[in-house]
């Protein structure tokens, strides 16, 4: 059975952005929903937004979290975030090339899961030195089990482009269709819960699935 493949449109910056001083230009991006969730349903589904932007030398992402109770213990790059009130970006911007796809796994605090690979199995961790220029900004500031003051939670992303270029051996311009999907988790949260943007038509939670990716444009 076909399904409908959902699509979002990247917008495209004059110039690149500080992740603080310019919280202001979010307001004029698009949004897309982390509406689709799966397999528990336990009523637990937080509202999530993301949006994204680009300019000619960085990618940005910016998630809002609907979540006043949160728990964060993970605070090294490459902890498993994912047990933590975590949000997750998985991209592959050269389909075409059946290369694989970069997951960035985040959780509220900030700390960050990163590889790289064509599937669950087999993936590379990316390491410090192959993220410079990436920047992350969250909201939350400390570990934190229950309300953390606030009824939402923000993280934001700066991805250097030349990132693909490293991996990939090509560089994104206006019109380019990437694949990729938005997710909100939190394996060992009080209420459990498996978010996505685009569905992911499996019996058991799994998001490494890039078959049930949507599609990703480059305006």
């Known amino acids: 059975m076909e399904r409908d493949v959902p699509e979002y449109g990247i917008t495209r910056l004059s110039r690149d952005i500080d992740l603080v001083r310019d919280s202001r230009l979010w307001k004029d991006v698009p949004a897309l929903h982390i509406s689709n969730y799966l397999w528990l349903h336990n009523n637990y589904e937080p509202r999530v937004e993301a949006r994204l932007c680009y300019s000619a030398a960085y990618l940005y992402v910016s998630f809002k979290v609907e979540e006043r109770q949160i728990r964060v213990r993970f605070s090294k790059f490459q902890d498993p975030v994912y047990k933590d009130s975590c949000v997750e970006f998985f991209i592959d911007p050269f389909p075409e090339k059946s290369m694989g796809y970069i997951n960035i796994e985040t959780n509220a605090l900030g700390a960050m899961l990163i590889a790289i690979g064509r599937g ?5 961790p ?15 500031k ?5 309300f953390h003051g606030s009824d939402f939670w923000t993280l934001r992303h700066r991805l250097p482009l030349s990132l693909f270029k490293r991996y990939y051996g090509a560089e994104v311009s206006s019109g380019h269709r990437a694949r990729g999907n938005f997710y909100k988790c939190g394996d060992e949260t009080k209420f459990p819960h498996y978010g996505a943007w685009s569905p992911v038509m499996t019996p058991s939670p799994d998001f490494h699935r890039p078959e049930f990716f949507g599609e990703i444009i480059f305006k």
Request: hydrophobic share 20%; aromatic share 4%.
């Open 126 to 140: 990316l390491r410090p030195s192959d993220l410079k220029g990436f920047e992350c900004e969250a909201s939350v």
């Open 142 to 146: 400390r570990p934190t089990d229950g």
């Open 120 to 124: 669950r199995e087999r993936r590379t």
